[in-house]
C-alpha cells in the first residue's frame, strides 16, 4: 500500500528556516513525480515544488524559487522540501503527493489530480 507521511513542520519566525521530509513506503520513488503542496486558510491547494526521482528535474512555483529546495534520497525513499528565508505567506498545510510520470515535472506540479497518493499534511507557521 503506498503511503506518504510528512514531518517537519512547525512555528518559526519570518526569515528562518525549516526542512520538511516526505518518507514513501509501498512503491519505488523512482517510477513517480514527488510534490510538495500546501493550503493556506480559504486557498486553494498550490503546488510549490515537484521532482522527478528518476532524473532528479525539479520545478518551484515563482513565489518560492531562490529559497526552497527539493531534494531526494532514493536509498531512504524520502523527498525534503529545505525552506529558507520564511515569510508569513508561506503559513499553510504543506502536503506531499506521489503521482505516476505521466508528463513534465511542471505541468503535473500545476494540476493536483495527477497526484494520487497523499501524506496527512503538517503545519508550517511562520510569525513573529
Known amino acids: 500500500q503506498l503511503q506518504l507521511v510528512e514531518s517537519g513542520g512547525g512555528l518559526v519566525q519570518p526569515g528562518g528556516s525549516l526542512r520538511l521530509s516526505c518518507v514513501a513506503s509501498g512503491f519505488n520513488l523512482d517510477y513517480y513525480v514527488i510534490g510538495w503542496f500546501r493550503q493556506a486558510p480559504g486557498k486553494e491547494r498550490e503546488g510549490v515544488s515537484c521532482?522527478?526521482?528518476?532524473?532528479?528535474?525539479?520545478y518551484y512555483v515563482d513565489a518560492v524559487k531562490g529559497r526552497f529546495t527539493i531534494s531526494r534520497d532514493n536509498a531512504k525513499n524520502t523527498v525534503y522540501l529545505q525552506m529558507n528565508s520564511l515569510k508569513p505567506e508561506d503559513t499553510a498545510v504543506y502536503y506531499c503527493?506521489?503521482?505516476?510520470?505521466?508528463?513534465?515535472?511542471?505541468?503535473?506540479?500545476?494540476?493536483?489530480?495527477?497526484?494520487?497518493?497523499w501524506g496527512q499534511g503538517t503545519q508550517v507557521t511562520v510569525s513573529s
Open positions: 521532482i522527478r526521482s528518476s532524473d532528479g528535474s525539479t
Open positions: 503527493a506521489a503521482g505516476p510520470r505521466l508528463t513534465s515535472v511542471q505541468a503535473m506540479c500545476g494540476i493536483n489530480s495527477f497526484f494520487g497518493s
